[in-house]
């Protein structure tokens, strides 16, 4: 056997599933990686979201690395920026800082035939045999076209590039957006707003849960002492994950049982009929990221609190004007109104074999085998890119689990196997037609209109359970990628 080639690599990103490839990368022996963020910091969402009442609805003790266990959260739902204490943690102890550069955005990356070649925007280039594209789901704010918007006097803040000097108490605020993150800022902000306006274009269902819950130090205590039952722990959640991930992919009881809880949550907080009413969803709860919140119909509910389902028309320079010609004064407009989630790494120029741009090849919608290749960008690998399953297995894991998989082809290529690995169009739309058949007896295929959704009308999901995605994840399969030796020039 010859001697083992050192790959360069550059990671997109330095949230979730770029510590996740960077660590595993690590751990398998290959340290010539640079990790490129836009941000400021490392974190990714938990580093760009910094509203008030941000909290993870995701139990803490799985929202976590597998590889970097924190038996002692202070909350059951862990804080935002504990969250993003966590991350920039787990980068400090595994040594990431001294690859990571920050405020570099990616601005393009290019496939030159056998390497990558990247710019940033901060002026610097990079070349690299792989790319990890880390770049998140989540990312980029939608924000929303209203006549008028850009004419309102007031401040106007999008949740997800919160504006930390906005001073909100006393003030009278809209906030426009009902899904996780117009619940938790509706919540936080009612209690010292003025006056707070929640407008509501479709209510979305909110299960009732305690998300203030301390996790008692004690239980913190006792897990870092016991590394062995905190792993348990950890894979008793997995288990129970399992559950979930069943509820959402296959009608049974238990899908019944917990729609019949999202129900019995609206009927038993809100008991006056016409807000009921119209807080009641049109579409079957869970097809849409379901929204827990133990605090948002109570703030609804408040003196101060108003609920107005009544359809914007536009904004005024002093407010909102609704379509039945009433004006609602506002000082502040927060804009809950979510991401535009199927950018991923756009708006990079990302151009790949044979100048395919990453445009060109997704017209119709992003698609990739297996959540991670994508034909006609060749030694390039996502990590939560498209078909991740975001509605229903732990995130951290999904990404390990893919952080694996592209380790081992990097070490093929390290064995000196090839030069160039690439998937196949086939394969890619093999995989597709896997995903779309097993749409359709998930909740989300029930009628709703959400986020999940492509441009194209596909669900931008992965409707396969834990084990189907690391069976999937567990080895690369040859016959499904095509191969190039620079050297010899041949393809095989
Ligand atoms: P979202 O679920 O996409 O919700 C966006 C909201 O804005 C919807 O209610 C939408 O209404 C409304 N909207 C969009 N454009 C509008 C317009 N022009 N006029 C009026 N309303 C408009 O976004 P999100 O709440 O930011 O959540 C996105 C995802 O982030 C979640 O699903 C979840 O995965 C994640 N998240 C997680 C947590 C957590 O605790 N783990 C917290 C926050 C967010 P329509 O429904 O009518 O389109």
């Given at each position: 056997m010859g001697t083992l080639r050192q790959p360069r690599i550059v990671i997109i990103g330095a949230g979730v599933s770029g510590i996740a490839s960077a660590i595993t990368l690590q751990r398998n022996g290959f340290h010539d990686f640079v990790i490129l963020e836009?941000?400021?910091?490392?974190?990714g969402v938990w580093h760009w979201n910094r509203y008030p009442?941000?909290?993870?609805?995701?139990?803490s003790q799985l929202y976590q690395f597998g590889f970097a266990p924190k038996?002692?959260?202070?909350?059951?739902?862990?804080?935002g920026p504990e969250i993003q204490g966590y991350l920039a943690d787990v980068a400090e102890q595994h040594g990431l800082r001294s690859h990571l550069r920050v405020n570099?955005?990616?601005v393009a990356a290019t496939f030159t035939g056998s390497q990558w070649q990247l710019e940033t925007g901060d002026g610097n280039s990079y070349t690299a045999d792989f790319v990890i594209?880390?770049?998140?789901?989540?990312?980029h704010p939608a924000v929303p076209e209203i006549p008028g918007l850009s004419e309102f006097t007031g401040d106007i803040v999008h949740t997800a590039r919160w504006?930390?000097?906005?001073e909100t108490a006393g003030k009278k605020i809209a906030v426009l957006g009902t899904g996780s993150t117009g619940v938790q800022v509706v919540s936080a902000l009612?209690?010292?707003?003025e006056r707070i306006t929640h407008f509501v274009r479709s209510p979305q269902w909110v299960i009732w849960a305690p998300m203030w819950l301390p996790q008692p130090a004690f239980v913190g205590a006792v897990l870092n002492r016991l590394p062995k039952v905190n792993r348990a722990l950890y894979q008793a959640g997995m288990t129970g994950a399992r559950l979930f991930t069943d509820v959402v992919t296959r009608p049974s009881w238990r899908r019944r049982a917990v729609q019949e809880y999202a129900r019995l949550s609206l009927r038993t907080q809100v008991l006056e009929p016409g807000l009921r009413e119209q807080l009641t969803p049109d579409y079957e709860p869970l097809c849409k990221r379901q929204v827990l919140s133990g605090t948002y119909y109570r703030a609804l509910r408040a003196r101060n609190a108003e609920l107005v389902t009544t359809a914007i028309e536009a904004v005024t320079p002093t407010g909102i004007r609704t379509a039945d010609g009433r004006h609602h004064e506002v000082d502040t407009i927060v804009l809950a109104?979510?991401?535009?989630?199927?950018?991923?790494?756009?708006?990079?120029n990302l151009v790949g074999r044979d100048g395919i741009s990453i445009d060109d090849a997704w017209a119709k919608g992003p698609r990739a085998y297996r959540m991670t290749a994508i034909p006609g960008f060749p030694n390039l690998f996502t990590v939560?890119?498209?078909?991740?399953?975001t509605g229903s297995i732990p995130l951290h894991h999904a990404a390990e689990v893919t952080a694996r998989y592209i380790t081992r082809w990097i070490q093929r290529w390290s064995a000196g196997e090839f030069d160039t690995v690439e998937v196949t169009e086939e394969a890619t739309d093999r995989f597709e037609s896997e995903v779309a058949a097993a749409m359709?007896?998930?909740?989300?295929?029930?009628g709703c209109n959400s986020w999940y959704f492509t441009e194209g009308g596909?669900?931008?999901?992965?409707?396969?359970?834990r084990a189907t995605m690391e069976s999937m994840l567990a080895?690369?399969?040859?016959?499904d990628f095509d191969f190039r030796s620079c050297a010899s020039g041949t393809a095989h």
């Open positions: 836009k941000g400021s910091d490392v974190g009442g941000l909290t993870c609805d995701v139990p038996p002692d959260w202070s909350h059951i739902f862990a804080p570099a955005e990616v594209a880390a770049t998140g789901v989540l990312h504006d930390d000097g906005l009612q209690p010292q707003a109104t979510g991401f535009r989630a199927h950018d991923y790494m756009r708006p990079m939560l890119g498209p078909h991740s399953p359709g007896p998930t909740v989300w295929n029930t596909s669900i931008d999901l992965l409707p396969f359970d080895e690369p399969d040859p016959g």
